[in-house]
């Protein structure tokens, strides 16, 4: 088992452009959740997802956002990149109810 | 509101030596309370978890306690080894909902030769 794994590990924009970021499972896992970690502030969450074709908001959305077409997939898009968007983004997965996360190895994102 | 604070923020210690971490948390109403631990460029790692009402949690030579009247957690870790430099995150868990777990900020700890 791969776990889970993050596309691509390191991506450098420029203000305004959009990318998506690719989290990929394979311990069917029904939760999948989208998170930042900036120095000295604890993860964020930015979006969650309890199921295929479900997605929700968690503490900071803004300027994101998400997809769960697939079971397995939970992507992440910036539709206008800005530079307070420089952050590790990681993804994680988990059975319900959510309590054992387990985590990716992380995008590291630097917008200009 | 919802809070998990640890200290120290960073620590540097010898080879060989213990140390301990401390989490306190304010979440409400408490389900259970997680260890990680990140290594550098990596994402976090479970070390531990302890329900309401565990007191001690071992995984090796690291133990975990946890006093739920006080809301204190501390992570404990016996002859530190070079491969114990990571940030080791403190996470509480709510009872209910799929967005409840509560993060915090982190100890970076550096174990010297």
């Known amino acids: 088992n791969a776990g889970v794994t993050q596309t691509p590990k390191f991506r450098v924009l420029k203000t305004g452009q959009s990318m998506t970021l690719l989290c990929a499972q394979d311990m069917n896992h029904e939760y999948m959740y989208w998170y930042r970690q900036d120095p000295g502030m604890g993860l964020r969450l930015i979006h969650y997802?309890?199921?295929?074709?479900?997605?929700a908001k968690g503490e900071v959305p803004d300027g994101y956002n998400v997809s769960r077409l697939k079971k397995q997939n939970f992507l992440l898009g910036l539709e206008s990149a800005a530079p307070s968007q420089t952050s590790v983004y990681f993804c994680?997965?988990?059975?319900?109810?959510?309590?054992?996360?387990?985590f990716g190895p992380g995008t590291r994102l630097l917008v200009l | 509101k919802n809070q998990v604070e640890q200290s120290p923020q960073s620590l540097i210690i010898l080879e060989g030596k213990n140390c301990t971490l401390q989490c306190n948390y304010t979440v409400s109403p408490f389900s259970n309370l997680r260890w990680y631990k990140q290594d550098t460029g990596r994402g976090p790692v479970s070390l531990t978890i302890?329900?309401?009402?565990?007191n001690t949690k071992s995984n090796g030579r690291y133990t975990a306690t946890l006093d739920a009247d006080t809301k204190q957690s501390s992570l404990h870790i016996t002859a530190s080894q070079l491969s114990d430099s990571a940030s080791y995150i403190c996470v509480v868990i709510l009872q209910t909902g799929a967005n409840n777990l509560f993060f915090g900020t982190g100890t970076r700890l550096t174990v010297i030769p």
């Open positions: 997802s309890v199921g295929e074709g479900t997605t």
């Open positions: 994680a997965s988990s059975p319900p109810p959510g309590e054992t996360q387990y």
């Open positions: 302890m329900t309401f009402s565990e």
